[in-house]
Every structure is written in C-alpha cells, then in structure tokens.
C-alpha cells in the first residue's frame, strides 16, 4: 500500500507563537535596551541606596522622595541611552515632545515602582534596607521595565525605523 504524501493546511499561528517571533526579531534592540536600562539601573541603585541607607542619608525619613530623586537622575541616563543608541532608527525630529513623552513614561514607570516600595512599607510594614531593595529594585524594577518598553517602543521613538 503507497502512501500518498501528507497534506497539511497552513497553521495560523497564535497570539504566543507571534509574541516569541516578534522578541527574536526584536533581540538586538532588546539588548541595547537592556544595556542602558542595566546602566541607569546602576546609577538608580547606587542614588537611592545613598541617599536612603548611606553616608548622605539626610532623606533617610523620606523614602518615597528618595526614591523619585533615584528615578530622575537615573532617567537622564537613560534618555541619552535609549534616544541616541536603543531607539536611534526611530526617533523624530520632534526631540522636545519625546523628552515630555519620555519623562511621562517614565513618571508611569515611576509610579509602579513606588507603588511597590509604598505597599511594602506602608501595607506589610517592611522597613529593613533588604525589604526596601526587593520591592523598589526587584518587583518594581520588572513590572516597570516591561511598561517602559512598550511605551517607548509604541509612544515615545515611534519615528521611521
């Protein structure tokens, strides 16, 4: 008995296998991004750690504020990063309206960080420098680093690429 070859009808392809496609696609613009975020995540670290447990802790009452203080210089680390190396292909020649975008973002971004270090301190009554990294630095870092990439991506350098 001869088998005929198989036919097989095109499979469409889903939502999950169209979301890997499009990251591998996206791999080098996601390592650049990633290249800056680690930078001002350094720069951010090293702020809110000083200001809040180091020798410059005269805001170390004020842990929220410390950490917006943290946010704002380590986002002008990483608007030069992300305008001039991530996102050079797409960014306009509007650069005021993307600078208040970016800033916009990153007040968002800002928020779900905070919003973290806030319930951690305030809700679970976790005060100890570990605690505030884990919340500030960890969880809010992650949620706040997937939002501010696809609010660049589609809101902020959504110039030709």
Request: charged share 15%.
């Amino acid at each position: 008995m001869s088998r005929a070859p198989a036919t097989t009808a095109p499979v469409a392809r889903g939502w999950p296998a169209r979301t890997v496609l499009g990251v591998w696609a996206r791999r080098g613009e996601l390592l650049r991004f990633g290249s800056v975020g680690a930078i001002a995540f350094v720069v951010d670290l090293a702020v809110f750690n000083l200001m809040l447990h180091g020798p410059v802790d005269v805001l170390a009452h004020k842990p929220i504020t410390v950490r917006i203080i943290a946010a704002a210089v380590a986002t002008l680390v990483a608007w030069v990063g992300n305008r001039y190396w991530t996102f050079a292909a797409r960014r306009t020649r509007r650069r005021g309206r993307e600078l208040l975008e970016f800033g916009a973002v990153n007040v968002g971004g800002l928020a779900i960080s905070a919003g973290c270090l806030a319930v951690s301190r305030y809700v679970l009554g976790l005060d100890s420098p570990l605690a505030d990294n884990v919340a500030a630095n960890g969880v809010g870092l992650v949620l706040s680093t997937v939002f501010r990439y696809v609010m660049y991506r589609t809101v902020v350098f959504r110039g030709v690429g």
